[in-house]
């Protein structure tokens, strides 16, 4: 079974600081892991993910993450955060040999910016 | 492509009604999730069909909830009859085979 923890339920930044969102995760097989950013009111649209290749991964909006297999973690970050960064951001984890493209979510993570 | 199309957005009901949320995935998608979201729970995975077919339903929570896919253009997820407890909303997504999934905009339900 798979399972992923984000730390902190909401996490504030000042506009310009750096964003760093953690996310762990449990798999007994390599994953492929996702960030999932969600706007009030909106559906869940991807950052960016990781299946194979370079760990270190760059999404949209300035958001990159870094698979870290020995510590089993894909934390997301960003140098300079935006006011249009406010949102909620979820981190999720596939297994690849299932075939079935099920994620599992961790509970979010909202961050909010403060001017 | 307008992406995954939900409905209704918003929908309010009374306890023991029934309630039938729409979805419409991405055309050429085979894959198609459904989710529900609180502020309890998360985002937890209701049911998975791919090729039109159920594949997984074991998160669908009883038997009050039934999920159908007549064709690849159309699922329906279904509550009958409905509770408080159901008040959530409710994403569909699609896949084409591939590792990411496109979420819809999402049915908010109420159930008083």
């Known amino acids: 079974a798979q399972s992923v923890t984000q730390l902190g339920s909401h996490v504030s930044v000042s506009e310009g600081a750096l964003v760093l969102l953690r996310c762990n995760y449990s798999?007994?097989?390599?994953?492929?892991l996702f960030w999932y950013v969600q706007y009030p009111n909106q559906g869940l649209q991807l950052l960016l993910k990781?299946?194979?290749?370079?760990?270190l991964v760059k999404g949209i909006n300035g958001f990159e993450a870094e698979f870290k297999k020995s510590e089993t973690s894909f934390h997301l970050t960003k140098p300079s955060a935006h006011m249009s960064d406010a949102a909620e951001y979820f981190c999720a984890v596939s297994d690849p040999g299932a075939g079935s493209y099920q994620l599992t979510f961790g509970k979010g993570t909202k961050l909010s910016v403060i001017p | 492509d307008a992406g995954v199309i939900q409905s209704p957005r918003h929908e309010v009901t009374e306890m023991g009604q029934e309630v039938t949320l729409r979805c419409k995935p991405i055309s050429g998608h085979n894959s198609l999730f459904w989710y529900r979201q609180t502020m309890m729970r998360g985002l937890e995975l209701l049911i998975y069909?791919?090729?039109?077919?159920?594949?997984?339903d074991s998160g669908m929570p009883e038997d009050r909830f039934s999920a159908k896919m007549p064709n690849a253009s159309f699922s329906t997820l279904k509550i009958q009859p409905s509770e408080p407890r159901d008040s959530a909303v409710y994403f569909c997504?699609?896949?084409?085979?591939?590792?990411?999934?496109?979420f819809g905009p999402g049915t908010r339900l109420t159930v008083l």
């Open positions: 990781y299946t194979t290749g370079a760990t």
């Open positions: 997504a699609s896949t084409a085979d591939s590792t990411e999934q496109f």
């Open positions: 069909f791919n090729n039109n077919v159920p594949i997984d």
């Open positions: 798999s007994s097989v390599p994953p492929y």
